[in-house]
């Protein structure tokens, strides 16, 4: 760990604030179980509280914050147990979707838990009952009272794949004292890339790792053979592509594009997956607006001939529908969002579309433009020609699907042998004071 670092007004200002802000997150925590954005089954997790006994032995506690960031985790946490299989695994997230999709996806001798929220009384209540040796934060997750909470309690804590964000990065340049103090409590800190080393080390004024995006290193998406094959004669016949992990504000340029490409292709049909599923009605009816019909999967709707638009708003089926097409443009970058993770569907043989706002993946996408994997685009124009040129010529789509693919597994095994050398040690001696 570094020197210490004192507190500044700010973060005790905040933790003062935290300590009484009970009741109203209480009435956040119901509005959100309402919306479908937390699971009533579990709600008591996100307060600290579980039903489920802490394992005898040594428990490493590794943090995510949603889908793709808990994915990342699952080859890490084989790589440790294949080397470690004593240790236990306790690895938290703070959404439905990713907690669906670590109860599929976990090995044997990890399991899930919801994040409590940011309260004092919650996250005493979530460490007084787990009591981890080691603590492992994952990309950008800077919550004041889970950080020093684990510091009090964990004997190594390590921030891993390192990510801020370039307005995040403004924002904390404007509170120096407070993230170099919140950073000050990680042992060690592993940066995705370059520039978030850059950043992270402005930040914590210390020096900091770079392996490379442990994201280059998760197992592709799981998916169901028989609803593949079942999709593929549903759609046989038709020019099919994939806009997948959409966010709000981009579901326009998309549907403008397929109406570009409608009169050229009059059986085209796009699959689009919204990053939310429950955004599925909301989509459908901007679909609507723009003349265009579709089915939604959510609600067992068919695939028909008129179909121009297909929403795939379910939970843990991606990996069908990026087997399904091998183009897929991969949403968050057309509006400033920072990008999502194109190494899934480039992993699965899909030729990547992309919007100009990857922040999140700089040198993941420039690295895959480079070798012909993914091409960029910034509107329905730009996005109806890469279409049209990949419609028209197999050859050129085959060759960025492969390229895309290369570029994908190129690293995965260095960045997993490397950091988990990094952590090991350290782990075993957390587990050794414990």
């Known amino acids: 760990m570094s020197e210490a670092v004192r507190e500044p007004l700010g973060m005790k200002m905040y933790r003062a604030a935290s300590r009484v802000a009970g009741p109203l997150a209480g009435v956040v925590l119901n509005r959100r179980a309402r919306a479908g954005k937390e699971d009533l089954s579990r709600i008591s997790e996100r307060r600290g509280y579980s039903d489920r006994q802490r394992p005898d032995g040594p428990l490493v506690w590794i943090h995510g914050a949603s889908v793709g960031e808990s994915l990342s985790i699952i080859p890490l946490v084989e790589h440790l147990l294949e080397k470690r299989p004593a240790l236990h695994f306790l690895v938290t997230t703070g959404t439905v979707t990713s907690a669906a999709m670590m109860e599929k ?134 020019t099919v592509w994939l806009a997948a992990s959409t966010q709000p504000g981009e579901e326009e340029t998309i549907f403008a594009a397929h109406q570009l490409l409608k009169a050229e292709y009059p059986n085209l049909l796009t699959i689009i997956a919204p990053r939310h599923p429950h955004r599925g009605e909301e989509v459908a009816s901007i679909a609507q607006d723009q003349g265009l019909k579709s089915a939604r999967r959510a609600t067992s709707q068919p695939i028909e001939e008129i179909t121009d ?101 190129q690293n995965a095994e260095k960045v997993l042998n490397d950091l988990s050398a990094t952590l090991i040690d350290r782990i075993d001696a957390a587990v050794g004071a414990s």
């Open 105 to 238: 996806r976990l090995p044997a001798g990890a399991f899930h838990q919801y994040i409590p929220l940011d309260l004092p009384v919650y996250v005493d209540a979530f460490l007084d009952h787990w009591r981890p040796d080691a603590a492992l934060f994952v990309e950008s997750e800077f919550w004041p009272n889970l950080i020093l909470g684990a510091r009090r309690r964990a004997t190594f804590m390590a921030l891993i794949n390192g990510r801020v964000s370039p307005s995040s990065y403004d924002s904390w340049r404007r509170q120096p004292r407070a993230i170099k103090f919140l950073l000050s409590k990680f042992d060690a800190i592993v940066a995705q890339d370059h520039q978030n080393a850059e950043r992270l080390m402005t930040l914590a004024a210390r020096e900091v790792d770079m392996f490379g995006n442990l994201k280059n290193a998760a197992p592709p998406l799981p998916a169901d053979e028989a609803e593949i094959e079942h999709l593929r004669a549903t759609t046989a016949g038709r």
């Open 309 to 409: 638009v297909y929403i795939a708003d379910t939970l843990g089926e991606l990996g069908i529908f990026y087997r399904l097409t091998d183009i897929a443009f991969v949403g968050g970058g057309i509006i400033p969002k920072g990008g999502h993770n194109p190494l899934e569907p480039a992993r699965l043989g899909a030729a990547i579309l992309h919007g100009p706002h990857t922040f999140n993946f700089v040198e993941t996408y420039s690295d895959m433009r480079k070798t012909g994997g993914a091409a960029l685009v910034r509107n329905e124009r730009d996005l109806a020609t890469a279409l049209r040129r990949l419609f028209a010529d197999s050859k050129t789509r085959a060759a960025m699907a492969a390229a895309a693919k290369h570029s994908a597994e």
